[in-house]
């Protein structure tokens, strides 16, 4: 709602809050009294919630109450507030008054209309200008702030700014490289160092001696490494084989029936490596328990096996890089695929990688961590992506 009562310059008496409870302003506008049977009609000279003060020619006794109907001319529109005043003092034409019943709906009312006078916008152009040309605010609230910092100030603005900006790029980069693990990285799910090695088992249950001093870690062709003793396991199926029994001596009996044992010597295929799946100790075996393993003599013999879900084969096919870390050996191995196949019990992929710098003998048998890296789709046409 804008505009409309025309008035002279109007002017704004503003009061410190500790010397006056209700800010008084000055609004062109006129009262009209009711006092004894007439109409007193009077210019209304300011104005508060508390109060108002007024320009009459009659005189009014201090203390006297009279019937007071306030008028103000809102462009067309006549806006009517009536009230009970009391006069409390007196000088001249100048006569003082409070109001005395003023409801709350009224003082609502009357607190608009000096807000929205005191804002400008209930007032002509003039008014307006007049209004903005004012101190709105008492001298003890107008103060100014300081805006020139000093270089500490300045520094520390510059550090902190610094220390937001690491801290949101370091979580970007942490936030980048987790996606890019999700989406270009597969995991093997198992893997272990191996070599073409030769696996001596014990053939049957029965007593192992091992020939070789401990702590020996190569043999030569040749070298009798532990000797064996088993029973001899013997089946008769046939009348052939019944009269074959018959034919032989005593002792060969005994040992066909398993009353003997017979003593194996295991000799060393190559010149190899030894490793010992578990300590040297002499003693009763188990049907197909390791016994030791030979290693040749070669720098890349040690390679890695791996294994991978069967539904991650079509992300097999685009390797950028292999990442192995191995257990027990100290920073991370590149390696390439060099062989695959198909485990028929687990039904998982295995992986045959070729580290690119030769393992130590002492990672045999050792858990890795194998990491393939596929290549972005942006760089695959490049050379080594």
């Known amino acids: 709602m804008s505009s409309a009562i025309n008035s002279p310059a109007a002017s704004v008496v503003h009061e410190a809050i500790d010397e006056r409870q209700y800010v008084r302003t000055k609004m062109p506008a006129q009262v ?41 001319n809102l462009n067309q529109v006549v806006l009517k507030i009536d009230a009970r005043i009391k006069v409390t003092t007196q000088t001249g034409e100048v006569i003082g008054a409070q109001f005395v019943d003023l409801d709350g709906q009224k003082r609502d009312i009357l607190r608009y209309i000096i807000s929205a006078y005191m804002s400008g916008e ?54 980048v490289f987790k996606a890019y ?23 049957e249950n029965g007593y192992v001696k091992f020939l070789v001093p401990a702590g020996t870690q190569r043999v030569a062709a040749g070298q009798p490494i532990a000797t064996v003793s088993t029973q001899l396991a013997t089946s008769f199926t046939t009348p052939a084989d019944l009269q074959a029994l018959a034919e032989i001596s005593q002792t060969d009996l005994q040992a066909l029936l398993g009353r003997s044992l017979i003593e194996t010597t295991i000799a060393s295929p190559c010149d190899c490596y030894l490793y010992l799946p578990k300590a040297m100790v002499d003693g009763y075996g188990y049907k197909f328990a390791e016994l030791a393993h030979l290693i040749p003599f070669d720098d890349n013999s040690l390679f890695v096996k791996a294994s991978f879900p069967f539904d991650k084969l079509k992300d097999l096919n685009n390797i950028a890089s292999v990442e192995m870390q191995v257990f027990g050996v100290s920073g991370a191995v590149s390696g390439q695929v060099v062989g695959s196949a198909l485990d028929p019990l687990t039904q998982q992929l295995l992986l045959q990688i070729q580290p690119d710098q030769p393992l130590p003998l002492a990672a045999y048998q050792k858990p890795v961590a194998v990491d393939l890296f596929k290549g972005l789709p942006l760089l695959s046409g490049f050379s080594g992506y």
């Open 32 to 72: 009209v009294l009711e006092s004894a049977g007439a109409s007193v009609a009077c210019q209304i000279e300011d104005i508060s919630l508390g109060g108002l003060s007024l320009r009459a020619a009659q005189q009014l006794p201090v203390g006297s109450l009279h019937s007071a109907s306030i008028q103000l």
């Open 122 to 175: 209930l007032v002509d152009v003039n008014g307006l200008f007049n209004v903005m040309q004012r101190e709105n605010h008492i001298k003890q609230r107008k103060h100014k702030l300081a805006t020139e910092r000093s270089l500490r100030e300045r520094l520390q603005a510059i550090a902190g700014s610094a220390l937001y900006l690491l801290a949101g790029l370091a979580i970007a980069s942490v936030l």
């Open 181 to 203: 693990l999700l989406f270009f990285r597969v995991a093997a799910t198992q893997a272990l160092v191996s070599a073409d090695a030769h696996v001596i088992s014990m053939p």
